[in-house]
């Protein structure tokens, strides 16, 4: 007999668990998973610098390396944050498995049982699968169309112990909102005076289809409060699992040693043939390739949606990102609506708020599948949550 497993561990399925099952959904269209195009991989440049690299490099590149990653990359990033506002040496990156592993390990550093999270209502999934294993107290903000209610925040954290805020400020998963500069500023500043660490989870900074893009709330730190978590896995491959997280000295030092009990440092092979990408290739042109491709996709949803959800419905009109946040009335429930679809799978919104649970939003994704695929599929829920108003009214 096996035994028992420690009283962390949630025996039952996750909700990252559920989202991964309905994205594999073959005969279903997959408005659930945060999917990139697979057909937008640059899978020959790729292949291209992979193989460079391992043919022109020494031996070195199959040995242990730095916890913090290939020191070339972790430079080109530095390069790159001075775009987005934010000064910093190799020595403040850490390349990562994704921005999901830094999430984890500044979960790791920081929490203790029952401390303090803030947290956007609803958020991503993932980061609250990260958090929950500290059994956190949790503080729900509400989200507004350029971001957080930061009044509301800053009365929590004027009552409350907190450790963390957790937020996604550029094209928000799951509703794609994005957080205006002068709430950058706010939030930085309120970290400061608070002595609160804020995780800036921006894997989407990138995927911006209109407008000008905005400053990192890192760019704002006034007392290295702030750390900025970004990702490869929506631009080139997730694949690859590479991210990277910026911030303090003192927290990157301190992550590099909790790193070691962990996974010791990311594949050094993926890393230089990474780096060999960037050399040989203009990944700007490349994500300008996703911005165009992308944004038609997204407009097709929103007039999807616009033709076929019921006029008791409402949705997010981001300007970038991965998804689009559809708030059904309050009588309808989600879940029972992703049973009765015949045609389509979405996320669910319970699953997205830490706390109140809000079982009337679903997140969809537009990203992952053809624009004849969204039409048919935003025709299908629209049929769906039109039956189940009906339904009601009988």
């Known amino acids: 007999m096996i035994p028992a497993f420690s009283n962390r561990i949630n025996q039952e399925p996750t909700s990252l668990d559920a989202l991964f099952r309905l994205s594999g959904r073959a005969d279903l269209i997959s408005f659930a998973g945060g999917y990139p195009d697979p057909t937008l991989f640059p899978k020959k440049e790729l292949n291209v610098a992979f193989e460079s690299r ?39 990156i850490m390349l990562t498995q994704g921005a999901q592993q830094g999430i984890k390990l500044l979960a790791s550093l920081f929490l203790d049982d029952f401390d303090g999270v803030v947290v956007e209502a609803p958020t991503y999934v993932g980061g609250l699968e990260a958090f929950n294993e500290h059994k956190p107290t949790y503080y729900e903000i509400p989200m507004e169309k350029d971001g957080m209610n930061l009044d509301i925040l800053e009365d929590t954290l004027d009552k409350n112990e907190v ?51 905005l400053p990192s709330i ?14 490869f ?15 303090a000295k003192e927290i990157v030092n301190q992550l590099s040693s909790l790193r070691l009990s962990y996974d010791c440092q990311s594949s050094n092979v993926l890393l230089e043939g990474i780096d060999e990408y960037l050399e040989q290739n203009d990944i700007g042109k490349h994500i300008q390739k996703l ?3 992308y944004k038609q996709k997204m407009d097709t949803m929103i007039r999807g ?28 429930d989600a879940k029972e609506l992703l049973n009765n679809t015949k045609k389509v799978t979405f996320l669910e919104g319970s699953s997205l708020f830490a706390l109140s649970k809000e079982n009337n939003h679903l997140r969809l994704n537009f990203t992952g599948i053809t624009e004849k695929q969204i039409i048919e599929g935003c025709n299908d829920l629209g049929n769906t949550i039109k039956d189940a108003l009906l339904e009601l009214a009988v």
């Open 163 to 213: 450790k963390l805020i957790y937020t996604i400020p550029n094209f928000q998963n799951p509703t794609g909102y994005c957080m205006s500069i002068e709430k950058r500023k706010r939030l930085a500043k309120l970290a400061s005076e608070y002595n609160v660490i804020v995780i800036e989870d921006d894997p989407y900074r990138e995927l911006r289809y209109v407008g000008e893009s």
């Open 54 to 92: 391992i043919k022109n490099a020494s031996a070195e590149i199959f040995q242990y390396r730095s916890t913090l990653g290939y020191e070339p990359l972790r430079k080109k990033i530095s390069n790159y944050a001075k775009t987005i506002g934010v000064s910093c040496e190799t020595d403040n």
């Open 305 to 332: 949606l616009a033709d076929n959800l019921p006029s008791e419905c409402s949705f997010s009109k981001p300007k970038g990102g991965f998804f689009l946040w559809v708030t059904l009335p309050k009588e309808l």
């Open 291 to 293: 911005r165009i491709a």
């Open 233 to 247: 896995s929506k631009i080139l491959s997730p694949a690859l699992r590479c991210g990277w997280l910026i911030g």
């Open 218 to 231: 890192k760019s704002f730190d006034i007392s290295e409060n702030v750390v900025t978590l970004g990702s």
